[in-house]
């Protein structure tokens, strides 16, 4: 199987920084596209940030500009850098892995994390 943990979320006032990280682990053949996704109190999941195994980046429009996604050189780890916090970001924020688990098929599948809380408040 295949886990993605997470962790760095935690309580910040407006304007403050964090860190976010997700280590996918287990029966990892290849892993392709990683990414972060978040759902506030209510709201349905949506995605914050991908990136590729090329490491092309995808933001949304909300948070361009101030979140940045990166990958460590095994591909198998995220970080999601978020400045300028907002009330608006408090969410549970979920890594995301499409992960290829054998060298018997050549499919990818997506796993998620169990999420970390992001809590911006003053």
């Known amino acids: 199987q295949v886990q993605l943990v997470e962790s760095g979320g935690g309580l910040v006032q407006p304007g403050g920084s964090l860190r976010l990280s997700c280590a996918a682990s287990g029966t990892i053949f290849d892993v392709s596209n990683m990414g972060w996704y978040r759902q506030a109190p209510g709201k349905q999941r949506e995605l914050v940030a991908t990136?590729?195994?090329?490491?092309?980046?995808n933001y949304a429009d909300s948070v361009k500009g101030r979140f940045t996604i990166s990958t460590d050189n095994a591909k198998n780890m995220v970080d999601l850098r978020m400045n300028s916090l907002k009330p608006e970001d408090t969410a549970v924020y979920y890594c995301?892995?499409?992960?290829?688990?054998?060298?018997?098929?050549?499919?990818?599948?997506?796993?998620w994390g169990q999420g970390t809380q992001v809590i911006v408040s003053s």
């Open positions: 990136i590729t195994s090329g490491e092309h980046t």
């Open positions: 995301n892995a499409d992960v290829r688990t054998t060298i018997r098929d050549w499919r990818y599948y997506p796993y």
